[in-house]
């Protein structure tokens, strides 16, 4: 079982649209938890930062961590074509610094 | 907004050179790192740096590469003698304490 598992998409949505994006992980030492997004052959963006569960909301992006079922969603309303681009989570353990990143959500929005 | 600067963008090199990848961290981050990420994959971790020395490594990072930040502000990555399967975007990154990682544009290097 990978460590972290994000599925690849790509997810194709109309503007305006909700977006839901998420990962899954398997190993409870995660405690910290990122989105970034990465438009193509650039440098990941950071978007979201959290380490409790629960929401975090930052203009049209809402992050969602759940502990108990190891799980972690990035929500953006009123998408935009300018948010096509690959959706990276990334999670740290408690004692380490190193990031573990998802294989990335390929996300279209098309006008 | 601060930023992660990163020379040069785009490097090619004869398979067996040592190339130099260099970074601008942002100014009071006290985290520095070296990420990569061949073509299609996913973004690995290299090597996390700080109070100049290196404080985490994966298996990837063998003898061939190294770290050095010579001064106050540049923070390199060497590879040694490169082959074809170090081709991929090398990612500098940097942190204060808590919080995010800032990453930066990357550098793409062929190996040829």
């Known amino acids: 079982q990978k460590e972290v598992e994000q599925d690849p998409g790509p997810l194709s949505v109309p503007e305006g649209a909700i977006v839901s994006l998420n990962c899954t992980y398997s190993?409870?030492?995660?405690?910290?938890f990122m989105w970034y997004r990465q438009y193509s052959r650039k440098g990941p963006e950071l978007l979201m930062y959290t380490y409790s569960s629960g929401n975090k909301e930052d203009g049209r992006f809402t992050a969602q961590v759940d502990k108990s079922s190891k799980y972690i969603s990035l929500f953006i309303r009123d998408s935009q074509p300018s948010d096509s681009a690959t959706y990276l989570c990334a999670m740290v353990r408690d004692n380490t610094d190193k990031l573990i990143f998802g294989t990335g959500t390929r996300l279209q929005v098309f006008p | 907004e601060p930023e992660v600067t990163q020379t040069p963008s785009h490097q090619v090199t004869q398979m067996g050179q040592e190339v130099i990848l260099r970074c601008v961290p942002i100014?009071?981050?006290?985290?520095f790192y070296w990420y990569r990420q061949i073509l299609g994959q996913k973004v690995e971790f290299l090597v996390s740096?700080?109070?100049?020395?290196?404080?985490?490594k994966s298996e990837i990072f063998d003898d061939q590469f190294s770290v050095e930040r010579p001064d106050g502000s540049n923070f390199t990555l060497k590879i040694r003698s490169t082959k074809l399967e170090d081709s991929a975007m090398y990612f500098c990154?940097?942190?204060?304490?808590?919080?995010?990682?800032?990453f930066g544009s990357g550098t793409r290097l062929t190996v040829v």
């Open positions: 990154a940097s942190k204060l304490v808590l919080g995010g990682y800032t």
């Open positions: 100014s009071n981050h006290l985290y």
């Open positions: 740096f700080y109070n100049n020395e290196i404080s985490e």
């Open positions: 190993n409870s030492a995660f405690q910290y």
